[in-house]
C-alpha cells in the first residue's frame, strides 16, 4: 500500500495499482491473522468479522456525503480495519474472561464496532491527505487506548491442546506459571480451554524499565529476566497473550517480507528502523539495579557495565519480540500517509522512529508507547520531507 495517490484515486491505472496493493496487504496480513486465530480461536475471528463488517457498513454510510466520501473506498477501508483488529487484543468478545472482569455494566464487546465506525468516520474526516495529519488508524487506535487502556490488555491465550476450536472466555482461575514454553505445557489436570496470564512480558517490562516496580521483586535487570519473564519461545512462536496480530514474531516476519518481495513495501524502512531501536536498546539508560535509595540508571553497553553480555542480549530481544515493534516496522510504518514518499527522507523518518519507538518502549509504555512514538513521526512527515535537499 506504499506510494498510494494522496488524492482520490480516479485514473483507471491508479485504481488497478490501488486495488493490487490492497489485494497483496490483504494477503500478507493473512499470516499474522492466521497466527492469531490458532492461538486464540473462534472468539477472535469473530471479532475480526464483525469490525470489519461494522467498518464496511460505516464506510457506506459515509460515502454518501460529500465528494469526501464519494472518495472512500471500500477495499482500503476492509484492509484498515483488518489492521486495527489484528493490534486489538482477542478477549473483548469473552468478556475478557472469569479472572479480571471490568467492573460495571457495561461489556467490551461494544469497543469492536465503536472502533470500526470510529475508523470509517476517521477516514472520511482526514481523507486521503492523512500525509500532513495523523492517520486514521492511528487515530483511531490512540482514541481507543486512552478511552480503554486496562480492557485492551490481554491476559489470556488458548491451551495448546485447543487451538483453533478453544473458548477463550473458558479461562482458568488458576494462574498460569509454568517455565516451559506454550507449545510443550501439558494439561495438568486443567480442563479449561485458555490460560490466564495476570501479566504479560510488555507489562513486566514497562514497570522494571519505567521505575514503577518496587525494588523488593526485581532487584536486577538480570533478576527480572531470569524470574519474571516468560519463554522468548513464546513470542517468537507465539504461546503469550498478546494482540491478535502480535503473538507470533514469525508470522509477522514472514508477511513483512512478503510485503517487501512484492514491492509493496520499501525495504529500507523496517531495516533501518528495525536495527535502530535494536541498538537504542543497548545504549539507553536502563534501571540495571534496583536500590533502596532508588534505580540505578545506566547503559547497558557503558564503559563501565558488569551486565553479563547474554543478560544485555536477552533483554534487547524481549524489548524486540514481546512488543509491537515488528508488526509497526512491516505493516504501519511503510503505510502511504505515515511513510514519506521520497528515499531520503524515509531513511531519516525510519532513523527517528526507530530512537522514538525504542525510548517509548523503555520509558513510556512497552504495549502502547510504539503507536505514540508513530503517530508523533507521523505529524513531522511533513518536516522530514521538505528538509530534503
Known amino acids: 500500500m506504499n506510494d498510494q495517490p494522496t488524492k482520490p484515486v480516479s485514473h483507471p491505472a491508479h485504481r488497478a495499482a490501488f486495488s493490487v496493493r490492497v489485494r497483496l496487504y490483504l494477503v500478507a496480513m493473512g499470516f499474522p491473522l492466521v497466527a492469531g486465530l490458532i492461538l486464540y480461536g473462534w472468539r477472535a475471528a469473530a471479532s475480526l468479522a464483525i469490525l470489519a463488517a461494522c467498518a464496511c457498513w460505516a464506510g457506506a454510510l459515509w460515502r454518501r456525503i460529500g465528494p469526501r466520501g464519494a472518495a472512500l473506498s471500500t477495499p482500503h477501508l476492509l484492509c484498515l480495519s483488518l489492521l486495527l483488529g489484528l493490534m486489538l487484543p482477542p478477549h473483548l468478545l469473552a468478556g475478557i474472561g472469569s479472572v479480571g472482569r471490568p467492573p460495571g455494566d457495561w461489556q467490551p464487546w461494544a469497543i469492536v464496532p465503536a472502533g470500526a465506525m470510529l475508523l470509517a468516520a476517521a477516514l472520511w474526516s482526514i481523507g486521503h491527505r492523512g500525509l500532513k495529519r495523523i492517520h486514521p488508524l492511528l487515530l483511531t487506535y490512540l482514541v481507543l487506548a486512552a478511552l480503554f487502556h486496562q480492557v485492551l490488555i490481554p491476559h489470556s491465550i488458548l491451551h495448546r491442546r485447543d487451538i483453533v476450536t478453544g473458548d477463550l472466555a473458558d479461562v482458568s482461575p488458576v ?135 547474554a543478560t544485555v542480549i536477552t533483554f534487547a530481544n524481549y524489548e524486540l519480540m514481546a512488543t509491537p515493534l ?64
Open 175 to 309: 494462574l498460569s506459571t509454568s517455565e516451559e514454553p506454550w507449545y510443550r505445557q501439558r494439561q495438568s489436570g486443567n480442563e479449561h480451554s485458555s490460560l490466564w496470564f495476570e501479566s504479560t512480558a510488555a507489562r513486566r517490562l514497562s514497570d522494571y524499565t519505567s521505575a514503577r516496580q518496587s525494588h523488593g521483586s526485581w532487584p536486577s535487570l538480570e533478576a527480572l529476566i531470569r524470574s519474571a519473564m516468560p519463554p522468548l519461545e513464546d513470542m517468537v512462536i507465539g504461546g503469550h497473550p498478546a494482540a491478535v496480530g502480535l503473538s507470533s514474531a514469525i508470522a509477522i516476519l514472514v508477511g513483512g517480507l512478503f510485503l517487501i518481495y512484492r514491492r509493496v513495501v520499501p525495504a529500507g524502512v523496517p531495516v533501518v528502523l528495525i536495527l535502530t531501536a535494536y541498538l537504542c536498546f543497548f545504549v539507553l539508560p536502563v534501571p540495571v539495579v534496583m536500590t533502596p535509595q532508588g534505580p540505578l540508571w545506566r547503559p547497558l553497553v557503558a564503559p563501565r557495565a558488569h551486565e553479563d553480555i
Open 326 to 389: 515488528l508488526f509497526i516496522a512491516f505493516f504501519l510504518a511503510p503505510l502511504s500517509g505515515i511513510c514519506p514518499r521520497q528515499r531520503p527522507a524515509r531513511t531519516r523518518y525510519a532513523f527517528l522512529l526507530g530512537i522514538l519507538i525504542a525510548a517509548s518502549q523503555i520509558y513510556v509504555s512497552a504495549s502502547f508507547g510504539p503507536y505514540l512514538a508513530l503517530a508523533i513521526v507521523n505529524l513531522l512527515s511533513p518536516t522530514l520531507e521538505s528538509t530534503q535537499a
